[in-house]
């Protein structure tokens, strides 16, 4: 189990360094240490076997002891990187599918876009990891809760794998179908045996999973709803153009922001504001933002402005289009000007 775990774990660094370098490290470094490790503890407990328990430390010379011990202990902590790493690129895939609640996601890269940071994430795994360590009695639980939610992942790994090589990678379905058999045929096997530690441990990972999996679901179904109330009840240009030259309304020096998720079309909120309010600004411009699976959208390429209607109601579309990393440039007070602007979302603003 551990050795499998510790081969999936090397995925999890595919954001953050290129593949060869990961191949690499593991042909020439990794993989002929852990050889190494393994044999000498194989020979040591052939020996000794009442020492099965503690094979790693009993196995280390007295002279090389506590080197060995602050040098898997560093490894133990680089280790559990791949997993918040891991855990980092999930949520943001969640984030651009609209099944997670908004958290502030740092981009450290500009070459690896999956080199991010979450600290709120970051936060409630360090919640978690000391919750988990203090709840547990013995590291026996511990152990049956890690290797739960290991199986659970790589069975969920396998059955997403199904359709990406049928769909995205066209592969022969004789190939998905071997696939599918080896895997599952070592999958299963493990998750049979779990399942008999679920009580012992093993069902914190379920629980945990279970929480996210209902905010997903709720903040997902929610987002839906509200988009898709927002494209039903648009306003059409056939009722603007019958408020007449100027909307009907009296137009003061200004310019007025309304912001929108849709891309297309007016939202309802613009009839609501043009129906109670007596005076609107003389230019209304509807703000769309968008963020793009890239590091930085050129100045000239950021904005797409176009016309709304006749010329004479002087509302246009502006469609901001930011990547990975949102350009930071100005002084303090232009950026608190422009923050100020933003929040009001669906309100005016000069």
């Known amino acids: 189990m551990l050795s499998i775990t510790g081969t999936e774990a090397l995925f999890a660094d595919l954001s953050h360094f290129p593949v060869p370098a990961i191949q690499i490290a593991f042909a020439f470094v990794v993989f002929p240490c852990l050889l190494l490790a393994y044999t000498g503890q194989a020979a040591y407990i052939m020996k000794n076997q009442g020492h099965v328990k503690d094979a790693f430390y009993r196995s280390i010379p007295d002279g090389v002891y506590w080197p060995m011990f602050i040098i898997a202990t560093a490894a133990a902590i680089i280790a559990s990187q791949a997993t918040i790493s891991a855990t980092f690129s999930i949520i943001k895939q969640a984030l651009s599918h609209g099944c997670f609640p908004r958290v502030k996601v740092v981009h450290t890269s500009k070459i690896f876009l999956g080199q991010i940071y979450i600290p709120d994430i970051n936060w409630i795994l360090m919640i978690l990891c000391v919750a988990v360590t203090a709840g547990f009695r013995n590291q026996s639980q511990i152990g049956n809760a890690y290797g739960t939610a290991v199986v659970i992942v790589m069975l969920v790994t396998t059955f997403l794998m199904i359709p990406i090589m049928l769909l995205v990678w066209r592969s022969h379905w004789s190939v998905v179908a071997l696939f599918t058999s080896l895997s599952l045929l070592v999958e299963l096997t493990y998750f049979s045996a779990v399942l008999f530690k679920i009580d012992q441990g093993g069902w914190v990972p379920l629980i945990i999973a279970g929480a996210f999996l209902l905010v997903m679901y ?133």
Not at 250 to 265: C, H
Not at 304 to 317: E, K, N
């Open 218 to 350: 709720v903040w997902h179904y929610g987002s839906v709803l509200r988009y898709e109330f927002e494209v039903h009840s648009r306003v059409s240009m056939a009722w603007i153009l019958g408020l007449g030259p100027g909307l009907g309304l009296v137009r003061v020096p200004g310019v007025g922001f309304v912001y929108t998720e849709l891309a297309s079309g007016v939202p309802r909120i613009f009839s609501h504001l043009v129906t109670n309010l007596p005076a609107v600004h003389s230019v209304v411009v509807f703000v769309c933002v968008k963020y793009l699976p890239v590091y930085l959208v050129p100045a000239d390429e950021r904005f797409l402005v176009r016309r709304i209607g006749p010329r004479s109601f002087r509302m246009f579309r502006c469609v901001a289009r930011y990547g990975t990393r949102t350009c930071t440039g100005g002084t303090t007070a232009s950026r608190g000007r422009s923050s100020t602007a933003w929040r009001c979302s669906c309100g005016w603003s000069r």
